[in-house]
């Protein structure tokens, strides 16, 4: 035992090797896994699409603030509530408005639900940005890690161990820039579909005129 830890004290890249070569299949494992992530998020990602697709009108949205005011103005706060209910063409103001309750219709009140809520889109963002960087980084890793075992093998004449380090490195790293392609790609889209979500929101708080009280 003595003699081991005197070895790896003398030659510290032994331990890199060891602890490279142990971190494949936790890579391996960790891609996997953000690949079915990834493809989860595609597929909320399309649902949302589906459901946005060419609902959003400008006049529904003043319809609603106008039948909102209306029901304010005779003291009906249930029925104002009820009317924005109705907007429900974006996933973010159909959250917000299904979760509004008459007693929510005060300014201060108003101001911390939208705070609450950029908190939550950025939340929702952060799935798959996170993934941007994740994705690629795993694939770097899972190419990199093969590649001493594959070069020691090619030293040793064995190719078939050398060619099984290749495809690893290699599928790895396709992997990982379609985790990252994919994440990409979605967030960009996502980030122009929500801040829109929360304009309109804004737009609808705002053209309310609720009191402080």
Do not use: C
Not at 115 to 130: G, K, N, Y
Not at 158 to 185: E, R
């Amino acid at each position: 035992m003595f003699d081991q830890i005197g070895y790896y004290l003398v030659n510290p890249q032994a331990v890199i090797y060891q602890v490279s070569t142990a971190l494949l299949y936790p890579v391996l494992f960790a891609e996997v896994l953000g690949l079915a992530w990834v493809l989860i998020e595609a597929g909320r990602f399309t649902f949302e699409m589906l459901q946005r697709w060419r609902r959003r009108s400008l006049t529904r949205i003043d319809s609603a603030i106008l039948a909102a005011r209306e029901a304010l103005a005779s003291g009906k706060r249930e029925e104002a509530v009820s009317a924005l209910g109705a907007l429900t063409h974006g996933r973010w103001l159909r959250a917000f408005f299904s979760r509004l309750r008459a007693e929510d219709l005060t300014r201060i009140r108003l101001v911390k639900l939208i705070s609450d809520l950029e908190a939550d889109v950025t939340r929702a963002l952060d799935r798959t940005r996170m993934l941007i960087r994740i994705g690629p980084m795993l694939g770097l890793m899972g190419t990199l890690i093969p590649i001493s075992p594959a070069l020691v093998a090619l030293a040793q004449g064995d190719t078939q161990t050398l060619s099984d380090n290749l495809v690893i490195a290699f599928s790895t790293t396709v992997v990982g820039l379609l985790i990252g392609g994919l994440a990409y790609a979605m967030s960009m889209v996502r980030d122009r579909m929500y801040a829109l979500d929360v304009s309109d929101i804004e737009y609808v708080l705002d053209s309310l005129e609720v009191d402080d009280a």
